[in-house]
Each structure stands twice: as C-alpha cells, then as structure tokens.
C-alpha cells in the first residue's frame, strides 16, 4: 500500500519516496518483499501515482528478479479499498502479504515466520506491543484466539487500554483475502473501507486468527512526519554502526555514521566522525577514514588512508565509473577523486587535488592544487603544485599520457592530446602542447630575462 498522501511530511514529494538510508521507503518493501521470492509483487498507489511508478520503475522490467506490477487506486477510500484495487491482479491461489509503503524496515525473516504462521490457510497478524499504543489499531483478543482490530478511533477506553496493536501487515490466503475485502463498508468513526475489518470476516468464517508477536520495534515503525523520518534514519543508522563494531570496525563515534548503501570492511578499520558512505563501498584490512569524509562507489586497499574532509564520488559498481585506490595510497586532506579515478598502490593525492577518468599507476604523487582529467599517468610519476591536464577543448576530451618516472614541475598545463615521455622533466610554468621525448628536459614558458639597476616609475616629490 503506497496510495496514502502523507499529509503531515508537508512535501510535494509522495510520503514513500522519501528516503531513508539513501534508499526510498517503498523501494526498501519492495526489495524485501522481493527477497521472499514472491510470485509478483503489486503496489498500489495512488496520491502522485506516476511519480511513484517512475521511480520504481528500475526495479521492474526485463531482467527484474521479480514481478513488479502496479495499480492505482483513486480516490484513496482506506486501507480496504486500497487492497481491493489489487484484487483483478492478484492470483486465487496462494498467500498474499499486505505491507506498508510507510514501513520499511520489515524484515525478509519476520515475513517467513508470519508466512510460516499463514500456513497457507490462516489470518496471521504481525502485532507488536507498545508502551504508548495511541492511533494504532488494537488487537483485540478472547484467550490466545485474535476476535477483531479496532481502530484508535473507533476503541472503547477499555480497548484503548490494550498495548498490543496492528502493525499494518498481514499474510492471509488468497481466495479469502478476495471474499472478505468484498463485504467491507465504511460505517466506522473514519468513514473509510478499514483492511483491519476483515478480521471479524475471518471470525466469523470460523478461520483462525493468529498473532504474530514480534518485540523489535524498528522493523515496524511507521513514518508520518519529517522528524519520525529523521528518527528511523538515526536508529537505523545506529544499528548498522552497531553491527559493523561487532565485525571489529573501530568507529571514533557509533552515533556519526552514515550509510546509504552496503559497507564492507576488512579487518582493523578505522573510521573516525561524521563520514558517509554511499551505494557500494569496500575497505580493505586496515584502512584509516579521517574525519568528515563523503566515499561514494569505491574499492579502497589495504593499509591506505583517507584524510580528513576528502570526497571520493565513484560511479556504479561495475561500470568504468567505479573509483579504485591501491593498498597503501594516502589521499586528502581535501581531496576529490571523481568518477573512474584509479588510483594504483601508493599513490599519494594531496590538498585541493582533482581526478577524474585517470588510472594513476604505482607511487605517482600529486600532493598540492592539482587536477588530473583523462590522464594515464606511469609509476613513479611526480605531478608538482598547481599543475593541470587541460583534457578539454571546448568540444571534445582529450587524454593526457604521463609515461613512468617522468617529473613534471610546478604550474605546468599539459594541452591534452600530450604524451610527456618515460623519465623526463617538465620545466615550472610549462605550457606543453607537443609530445616531449624520453629523458629529456622540456621547458615551454618565456626565457628569464634581468635588467640590471631598473629603476621602478616613481611619483615626482
Ligand atoms: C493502519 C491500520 C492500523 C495499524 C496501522 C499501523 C487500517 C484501517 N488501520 O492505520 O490498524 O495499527 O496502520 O501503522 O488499516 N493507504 C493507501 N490507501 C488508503 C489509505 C492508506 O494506500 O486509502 C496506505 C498508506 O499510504 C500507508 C498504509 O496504507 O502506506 C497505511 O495507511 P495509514 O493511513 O497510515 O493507516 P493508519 O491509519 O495508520
Ligand atoms: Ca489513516
């Protein structure tokens, strides 16, 4: 279900595009639910439909894991007639699992062990205690045996009084889900087609009614608002912080960590505060991550170091995009590495130094204010201060070549296409706009020039 509007997130954006750890809210479901193998999985939206369908539309399509089909429902009538709306797509047989777009932190193993008390022909209610149960449907119970859901508004005190409430998921058969979504009406305080009706259909059709407990309040917290929003991402954030200290991660602070995507981390890593990590990040055994770091797609090796305030952007996994930096490289203070920077073993890259599409091979250096774009640059190589690939002609990039061991000074522009030649210098303050050979010297800049005893123009006294 993802028709809602979301009223109290007081955004144009739908309430289940809203994103937590990096990911949208409905697109969290729909993977999980994905993870159940599941015949088809159907949304239903409704509030800014096709902005929700666009947005899932990756997901979906030739190569998808899955079935990924959607309806719409309009007007949104409630929870009842938003599941009704499925219904023309939805097969007779087999278990339906009804979720919430506006909760995603449900987990594959919860859904198998309400599926598992499903069986295949019973009503099984994912339900959860709660100190403060207010606006949440209360199961009501007689016994062990689940009677009806009442909702908030609808409870007498005495019902009001019950801890134990509805998440907003449920598993049930098919053919019964179909039967009973038929009889539901509107007559209740909210005048709306309640899913939480067809429990008393249940009831009286003598099918069991089954609870199932779970106590891990995170898996379905529902969000309403900007600061419950705000609240799922920390708690999230915590226990994914949480889970990476059990793997040994050295964490400078649990609490100032963020990752939108997967983490994967070798032994006697450190991370030190207020880093993010995004989409598919791997650090090898004992890397350092200074403070303030935003690491995007990259592979970092072994035993290398990221300094401080440094902001790694690398493409998708897989793709040339993709950011690799070799065992032992020390990148930042303030470094950018842009997407297809591949860095080799040792490389350092300094303060305010760019790169972009460049492998960078064995021990080459660009320590200070430098940009590589395009370049292919050879072991060894020393990039000096203020040096610059002009890979751009206005039209077209062009590739700079920096063959091993060559040293190029500082302030050079090295005019892409250019090859500088194994071994040779390039003189400070050199524009180079043809290929330098091998071992050489190559200066391109005015020849020094001294007047002896210039007088400097001087105001008159
Ligand atoms: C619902 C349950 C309540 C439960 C609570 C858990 C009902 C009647 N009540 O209440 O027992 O404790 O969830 O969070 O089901 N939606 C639609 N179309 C609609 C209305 C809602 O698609 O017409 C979607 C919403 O986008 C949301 C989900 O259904 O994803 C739940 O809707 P919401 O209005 O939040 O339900 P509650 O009133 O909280
Ligand atoms: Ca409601």
Redesign the pocket.
């Known amino acids: ?4 509007k ?1 009223t109290r997130m007081k955004s144009r954006l739908p ?2 595009l809203h994103l937590l750890a990096g990911r949208a809210l409905l697109a969290h479901v729909v993977d999980t639910a994905a993870q159940l193998s599941a015949r088809q999985v159907v949304v ?1 939206s ?1 509030h800014g439909a096709a902005e929700v369908e666009s947005a899932l539309a990756p997901l979906s399509g030739a190569g998808a894991a899955f079935d990924l089909r959607f309806v719409r ?1 309009e007007p ?7 599941v009704q709306q499925a219904v023309p797509v939805l097969a007779d047989d087999g278990v339906v699992v009804v979720l ?4 995603p932190l449900i987990r594959a193993e919860t859904l198998r062990e309400l599926i598992a008390t499903c069986g295949g022909d019973k009503l099984a209610l994912l339900t959860i205690d709660f100190a403060d149960p207010t ?3 209360r199961i009501v119970r007689q016994g062990d045996a689940v009677q009806a ?1 009442v ?1 908030q508004k609808d409870a007498s005190a005495e019902q009001r009084a019950i801890t134990e ?4 998921i449920m598993a049930l058969p098919a053919r019964q889900l179909k039967r009973w979504l038929a009889r539901l009406d509107k007559n209740n305080a909210q005048g ?1 087609y ?3 009706d067809i429990v008393k259909s249940a009831v009286a059709d003598g099918m069991p009614v089954l609870g199932h407990r779970i106590s891990d309040p995170l898996q379905v917290a ?1 969000i ?1 608002s900007p600061l419950q929003l705000a609240e799922l991402e920390r708690a999230w954030q915590l226990r994914t912080a949480r889970e990476l200290m059990e793997q040994g991660v050295r964490l400078a602070d649990p609490a100032r960590l963020d990752v939108r995507g997967i983490l994967r981390c070798a032994q006697d890593v450190s991370i030190d505060v207020n880093c993010v990590f995004e989409g598919e990040v791997t650090l090898g055994e004992g890397v350092k991550v200074g403070a303030n770091c935003v690491i995007a797609n990259a592979t970092i090796g072994a035993a290398a170091v990221i300094h401080p305030f440094t902001h790694i952007e690398g493409g998708k996994p897989g793709s040339k995009d993709f950011i690799e930096v070799g065992a032992g490289a020390l990148v930042g203070p303030f470094a950018r590495l842009r997407p297809g920077a591949r860095l080799g073993a040792e490389v350092h890259i300094g303060n305010f130094v760019e790169v972009k599409n460049s492998t960078l091979a064995k021990g080459a250096k660009a320590n200070h204010l430098a940009y590589l774009g395009d370049a292919t640059v050879g072991e060894r190589v020393n990039f000096g201060a203020g040096s610059i690939t002009a890979n751009y002609d206005g039209a077209f990039k062009h590739r700079t070549v920096i063959e091993a061991d060559a040293h190029i000074g500082s302030n050079c522009v090295l005019v892409a296409p250019v090859t500088i030649g194994a071994g040779g210098t390039v003189g400070g303050g050199s524009t180079i706009t043809k290929d330098t050979p091998a071992g050489a010297l190559s200066v391109a800049r005015g020849k020094q020039v001294s007047i002896a005893n210039w007088k400097r123009p001087s105001k008159p006294r």
Do not use: P, R
């Not at 279900?1 to 809602?4: E, L, V």
């Not at 409430?165 to 907003?168: A, M, Q």
């Open positions: 279900m993802a028709a809602g979301g309430k289940v239903i409704g429902q949104q009538l409630g929870t009842g007639h938003a919430s777009g506006d909760v606006g949440y449907g859901i909702e409430v509805y998440s907003g709306e309640y899913l939480t529902g309403n």
